[in-house]
């Protein structure tokens, strides 16, 4: 339209209709059955406890969504997107989120969200999920019996020490710019080799020229690799072939000093946080 993109009619009288008035204008003190369905009132009153600065964090989610979800989605994913490349996609995505992070005060307001919808999240039961469910006793019966199973309290925890991993002040900003960086020089060293294959890495491969394929890999700034070392060694144990891509990637004889900018610090902690992942595997298993 004139004024830019919109969602369709249906999903914009949603959020128009449903979603916004809730979010931004439902108290605890007003709702019921007949005027929520996202919220349920014990989940609002938690939501509410976030304090008079974050208070309204849920409904600067729901009006960017809005004004902003549409445009986001037509760039990302339309065949007419501007979007040139992997490194574009990256770079539009981080400046996105950017925008997101700041707008929303994600780093202060998400985390006492986080932590408000943990508490909340066991006993939870809006119209949505009746409607969702059709009414059947059985489905909802199933449902409370996981939602009262499932261990809230470390996947609140998990979430948190992953905002606060996400939020850690770089050189590039945040630590989520820092990530988006990453993702812009793998999309292009993706697209070098299985794209566009720039050097004819295929040709190589397929006669055997291991002269030419080692010339190719010490540009750095390929996966070729991939092809030749990551199979060498197969393995059954969980998440092995990824250990194994990462070793060769980070380990390469040819490119192992400069391959540090894409494993950055904040990222490295993130990956080593032993409270987080026992968090994770505390959910997994409930």
Do not use: W
């Not at 919220?39 to 600067?60: A, H, M, Q």
């Amino acid at each position: 339209e004139n004024e830019g993109y919109v969602f369709k009619e249906a999903i914009t009288n949603f959020l128009d209709e449903r979603m916004i008035p809730e979010l931004c204008e439902l108290t605890s003190d007003k709702i019921n059955i007949l005027n929520s369905y996202f919220l349920d009132p014990i989940c609002l009153g938690e939501l509410e406890s976030v304090g008079p600065r974050c208070n309204k964090f849920k409904c600067k989610l729901a009006q960017y969504v809005k004004e902003n979800g549409p445009r986001i989605v037509h760039t990302l994913f339309n065949k007419e997107s501007p979007l040139g490349s992997l490194r574009e996609a990256a770079k539009f995505l981080g400046k996105e989120l950017s925008a997101v992070f700041e707008e929303t005060e994600m780093c202060t307001c998400g985390k006492k969200f986080i932590k408000a919808a943990s508490k909340c999240a066991p006993s939870y039961y809006g119209n949505a999920v009746f409607e969702d469910m059709g009414g059947e006793s059985y489905r909802m019966v199933n449902f409370a019996t996981a939602m009262r199973n499932i261990d809230f309290d470390a996947a609140g925890k998990a979430a948190t020490l992953l905002m606060d991993h996400l939020c850690e002040d770089t050189s590039s900003g945040k630590c989520i710019n820092s990530i988006v960086e990453v993702a812009a020089k793998a999309g292009d060293a993706y697209e070098t080799t299985f794209i566009y294959d720039t050097y004819n890495a295929a040709e190589a491969i397929h006669s055997g020229d291991e002269e030419r394929m080692i010339d190719i890999m010490k540009k750095c700034d390929n996966l070729l690799y991939f092809h030749i070392h990551s199979y060498e060694k197969p393995t059954d144990k969980p998440f092995g072939k990824y250990a194994m891509h990462a070793k060769n990637f980070y380990c390469d004889e040819y490119c192992k000093e400069g391959r540090g900018y894409f494993y950055p610090c904040c990222m490295r902690k993130m990956f080593g946080d032993k409270k987080m992942r026992e968090n994770v595997l505390k959910v997994i298993e409930s």
